[in-house]
């Protein structure tokens, strides 16, 4: 009886599995647009930001700046990415 219930329990999951393989190969489009003025802004204003939540006046809110910061460390943000928006210096090209 398990038999029967198990092969169309076992094409579903098949399918499944075909049709998340190439999401799961993809690799994340991470690219650098912050560049290195705005990481160190970024990373100072996350710093002073969670400092305030911890031993200031701002409480739980100051959480938030878990953002900046992570945004800094990383080089990456996403909100720049969705407007178009880039701070990093262009490469000069090789000639």
Known sequence: ???INA???RVVLD????????RLQRKANMTRNVGNTDRGLRIAAGV????LGLFG????????GVVPLATGLL???PVYSLIGLNTCPLRPEKA
């Not at 399918?15 to 190439?22: A, V, Y």
């Not at 002073?48 to 400092?51: Q, R, S, T, Y």
């Not at 006046?57 to 938030?64: K, R, Y």
């Open 15 to 22: 399918l499944i599995w075909k049709g998340l393989q190439p």
């Open 75 to 77: 080089g990456s943000c």
């Open 57 to 64: 006046p701002l409480g739980w809110w100051g959480l938030i």
């Open 7 to 9: 092969q169309p329990r």
């Open 1 to 3: 009886m398990t038999s």
């Open 48 to 51: 002073v930001l969670l400092a």
